[in-house]
Nanobody, 119 residues
Framework: QVQLQESGPGLVKPSQTLSLTCTVS??????????WSWIRRPPGKGLEWMGG???????SDSPSLKSRTSISRDTSKNQFTLQLSSVTPEDTAVYYC???????????WGQGTQVTVSS
């Protein structure tokens, strides 16, 4: 059973960089042919795919975030991370990490972590 767990600060100040880590257990992030994504849900809105990293290490980012995202991985720790720069209150959301056979389809999710952007 694959398990994903998000970790990071619950509160970030505007203009700072948000950093979140997803720790994976029960399966390797390098296993063919899985894709590991970051997804968020702002209050009162739908899910938004932010970006992800493939089993090969290739990353993909959502154009809507205008290059504010950086996604990387640490294979020795079986973790992948999200950095979101220049945050504003509009980045307040529940952030999820997830696995799937592609970046747009998911079979395992983390429980989600609330991030609030506020001064």
């Amino acid at each position: 059973q694959v398990q994903l767990q998000e970790s990071g600060p619950g509160l970030v100040k505007p203009s700072q960089t948000l950093s979140l880590t997803c720790t994976v257990s029960g399966g390797s992030i390098t296993t063919n042919y899985y894709f590991w994504s970051w997804i968020r849900r702002p209050p009162g809105k739908g899910l938004e795919w932010m970006g992800g990293i493939a089993y090969s290490g290739i990353t993909s980012d959502s154009p809507s975030l205008k290059s504010r995202t950086s996604i990387s991985r640490d294979t020795s720790k079986n973790q992948f991370t999200l950095q979101l720069s220049s945050v504003t209150p509009e980045d307040t959301a529940v952030y999820y990490c997830a696995r799937g056979p592609r970046f747009t389809e998911y079979d395992y999710w983390g429980q989600g972590t609330q991030v609030t952007v506020s001064s």
